[in-house]
């Protein structure tokens, strides 16, 4: 059993950071809306043991608004899908969906990384820092 825990978190605890993220079968979605420095850990294991350079890549799927209101991404606007109102099962089924068109197209992420030795990844790691939006991890 491949084991995925997701960390987010800011420099200012208390920033009133909101984020969700959906441990969809293909993927994990976050949601950043923060003005703060935010940063994403990674940790990846199989049972007790970590797995180390595994690729992780980020993609910026949606911007959002104050309002967790989300608009679709240049890079992503064109394919024929919805960001609004899912459930668990739909989170996944997109998530399936993007990587398909991920895989077909091969967009640019905004970022990826490699996972050390303790199955540990951080973010951003080539960026500077990531903007708030709905990010597809893959």
């Known amino acids: 059993h491949m084991h995925l825990t997701l960390l987010l978190s800011t420099d200012y605890v208390h920033s009133g950071l909101h984020y969700i993220h959906f441990p969809a079968k293909y993927g994990f979605f ?15 294991h199989d049972e007790q043991q970590p797995l180390p350079g595994v ?11 104050d309002f967790a ?13 919805t960001v609004t ?25 905004v970022d990826n990384g490699v996972t050390d030795e303790n199955g540990v990844v951080s973010f951003p790691n080539t960026v500077e820092r990531l903007r708030p939006g709905l990010y597809l991890v893959s």
């Open 55 to 65: 690729e992780f890549k980020l993609y910026r799927i949606a911007d959002t608004s």
């Open 85 to 109: 109102d899912h459930d668990v099962s739909s989170w996944n089924e997109l998530a399936f969906t993007l990587k398909s068109y991920i895989a077909a197209d091969q967009p640019q992420p």
């Open 69 to 81: 209101e989300f608009t679709l991404t240049d890079e992503f606007d064109d394919y024929p899908i």
């Open 30 to 44: 976050c949601v950043l809306q923060s003005r703060m420095h935010t940063h994403l850990t990674i940790h990846y």
